[in-house]
């Protein structure tokens, strides 16, 4: 619970997270939040400590990562944007900050997430995208990975999906949605669920694209749910393409969803 004197204020934050061991805080300071936390504490010349909404892992970048402080220190709410940013390295930046009450908490009040994959389909490895969309060689088959991705709707348990090392409590989650389009050579894949494993959206997508390369029928996708083993899976893909695009909360909290990075992975 916050101190009586503090204020509980939530903030958007955006990263692109390929120079970073990710977000969780690590004794060599090489990660978002050991960032964002020490710029926090410059601008309010005072220890701040931050809670997530999501733990992103290391290469994955965050479009609307929402994290929450109680604030020792009484500033403007943009105050702590702009004062924070200063410290901030350049592809690591606060976008909002909003007050909200002390029942607010980032990731137990959120009732869903959201990730997003881009992906170039090229007979080249990305250059210029390099670190920021995945990458397959392989042509692939958009209706073949539609109607696998309809075998994941709904609550499931997603086992076959789940790190070794995951510390969920649980690998029962609700997919709500998933939504796979191509643009050109560029193919942009959305997951909207209650919750995600460790690595579930990139084990998700190597079985998605082992589909869509012809590897296996749409209905292999269904026989890899039920085995609930990992070992039934396609491999871990790359971190590159993965973007946290962000939590969302009962529009009591007036959280945004939105920023202006959503546009340019849109």
């Not at 893909?237 to 959503?262: K, Q, R, W």
Request: glycine residues 8%.
């Amino acid at each position: 619970m916050p101190d009586t004197q503090s204020q509980r204020l939530a903030l958007g934050l955006s990263y692109r997270g390929t120079a970073y061991r990710g977000w969780q805080s690590q004794p060599d300071g090489r990660t978002v939040q050991d960032h964002v936390e020490m710029a926090l504490s410059e601008f309010a010349a005072i220890p701040i400590t931050t809670l997530c909404a999501g733990r992103t892992d290391a290469g994955v970048h965050a479009i609307n990562q929402v994290l929450h402080i109680d604030a020792p220190v009484q500033r403007d709410a943009f105050a702590w944007v702009r004062g924070s940013n200063r410290y901030l390295p350049k592809d690591i930046a606060l976008q909002w900050c909003v007050p909200v009450g002390p029942d607010f908490h980032a990731r137990r009040s959120a009732w869903g997430r959201r990730y997003r994959y881009l992906l170039l389909q090229s007979p080249v490895r990305p250059a210029l995208e390099s670190g920021l969309c995945g990458w397959s060689f392989k042509p692939l088959d958009l209706e073949a990975m539609r109607a696998a991705a309809v075998h994941l709707i709904g609550e499931h348990d997603f086992s076959s999906f789940r790190a070794a090392e995951c510390q969920a409590l649980s690998p029962v989650k609700v997919m709500r949605t998933i939504t796979i389009e191509q643009r050109g050579a560029y193919w942009r894949f959305d997951f909207d669920a209650s919750a995600f494993l460790h690595h579930m959206v990139r084990n998700l997508l190597g079985c998605l694209l082992a589909v869509g390369a012809g590897q296996h029928p749409p209905g292999w996708m269904a026989e890899v749910l039920a085995a609930r083993s990992r070992d039934a899976a396609a491999p871990t893909f790359a971190p590159d393409g993965l973007y946290f695009v962000g939590p969302y909360y009962d529009a009591s909290h007036a959280i945004p969803e939105h920023n202006a990075a959503i546009d340019w992975v849109g």
